[in-house]
Each structure stands twice: as C-alpha cells, then as structure tokens.
C-alpha cells in the first residue's frame, strides 16, 4: 500500500520562530528544492486574515514542486487558502471533523505525545503521524517534557500494530546528528525547523537532511 504522504523531511515554516521579516515562500522554496517532502505553515498568533495571506504566499512559491502544503491546527485557513491539508493535536479540532470539512483527498497529519495521541491515530482518518516532542526545542515550548528516542519507540509500534504503512516522523530537537537516530529508532522521516530555517543555507542544510534521511532508511532496510 503506497502511503499519500511521503513524510521523509517535514520542514515547518514557524512564524514564531523564523520571524516576520523573511519571505516565507522564497525559505519554503528553497527547503523543497533542497529535499523537504512536505512543508508546514504553523502560526500560532497572527490574524486570520494574515494568516490566509501567508499561507497563499508559501502555496504559490511551491507550485510546479510536487510538495504539499500543511497548515497546522486552522483547518479554516487551510479550507481558504486552498492547500493541500492540515496538522492537528490535540488540542485543535478532532480528526473527523476535519476529514468532513477538507474532503477525503485532503493530507491530516496528527502529532502524537502519548498513548491516548496514538489511539486518536489508529482511529482517525489521517495520512501520518508525527511523534514528540522528542527533545527540548527552543521553537515551541512542551509542557508535558521531551520523550526520547525511548517514547518514540513505545509509541510507534501502538500506532504500526494497526496501521503499519501509515507514515510516523520524528520531531522537535532534531538535527543533522540526530537525524539517523531518529530513523533507527524507528521513524519515517523528521520534521524540522531550525535545523532549516535557522541555517545560513535553508537548501543546503535541507538537502543534507534529506541525504541523512535516505541513507538510514537504506541502511534500515
């Protein structure tokens, strides 16, 4: 079964942590031809309307790239902007609701934090999975503390048992080092910020996530 989604390196376009005066599409631009399979809008505390506006801005810097946009938790800006889908935890708006609102053919992703996150998985109508946060990151604060390699490793086969094409990446605190572990540890990609978006060379270091991705994926194999 070929998953919808290839979820090898998931490059977020952070507001927060990025800032309002770069061009977001040129940095999504230059993580998709770097190597990003799939590209995140998150924006936790702008306007609606601005947030439409970027979301729209990054979606047509990505056209004719064959990548995927994602807004993360606002169903409605991915609904007005017109983007491939969105990513929801568990806070935001409950997986088949989603589904109902964005179609079938839509892309839901849903970040996983514990076994309650990885039974909404099973359950729900999703394209992929993404578990963490496995480290501490300085993009988005975690409350409930970093779970390792260790969590990732219980909670992915709760989620595998069941759905075992389903894609599961890795986040928070990853980098190039810690990229192969990730995927030793069981994981179908990563999903980055800094380790892009903070790098003097968002495609360069793109590429060289991509190349660690496929490299411990090979060797995995």
Same mark, same amino acid.
């Given at each position: ?72 938790? %606002?169903?409605?800006? &991915?609904? !007005? @902007?017109?983007?491939? +889908? ?7 708006? $409950?997986?088949? =609701? ?79 080092? %810690?990229?192969?572990? &990730?995927? !030793? @540890?069981?994981?179908? +990609? ?7 978006? $903070?790098?003097? =060379? ?20």
């Amino acid at each position: 079964m070929q998953p919808k989604v290839d979820f090898r390196l998931n490059a977020i376009v952070d507001v927060d942590a990025i800032g309002t005066d770069k061009d977001l599409g040129e940095l999504a631009l230059a993580a998709a031809r770097g190597g990003a399979t799939i590209i995140q809008y998150r924006d936790k505390k702008s306007p609606t309307r601005t947030m439409v506006e970027r979301a729209r801005q990054i979606h047509a810097a990505l056209q004719g790239t064959g990548v995927p946009l994602v807004v993360n938790d %606002r169903i409605d800006v &991915a609904m !007005a @902007a017109e983007v491939e +889908g969105a990513h929801i935890g568990r806070e935001d708006m $409950r997986v088949n =609701d989603a589904r109902s609102l964005l179609g079938p053919n839509a892309i839901i992703g849903l970040t996983v934090k514990n076994e309650a996150d990885a039974r909404d998985a099973i359950e729900g109508e999703i394209d992929y999975a993404c578990i963490g946060g496995l480290f501490e990151t300085l993009c988005k604060p975690n409350p409930d503390g970093p779970i390792g390699f260790d969590g990732f490793g219980r909670l992915a086969p709760i989620i595998r048992v069941v759905k075992p094409h389903l894609p599961i990446g890795a986040i928070a605190g990853i980098d190039l080092e %810690r990229t192969p572990h &990730a995927i !030793a @540890a069981g994981a179908d +990609g990563v999903a980055v910020i800094s380790a892009i978006f $903070r790098q003097a =060379d968002p495609r360069g270091a793109a590429a060289a996530l991509r190349a660690a991705v496929d490299q411990s994926l090979k060797e995995r194999t």
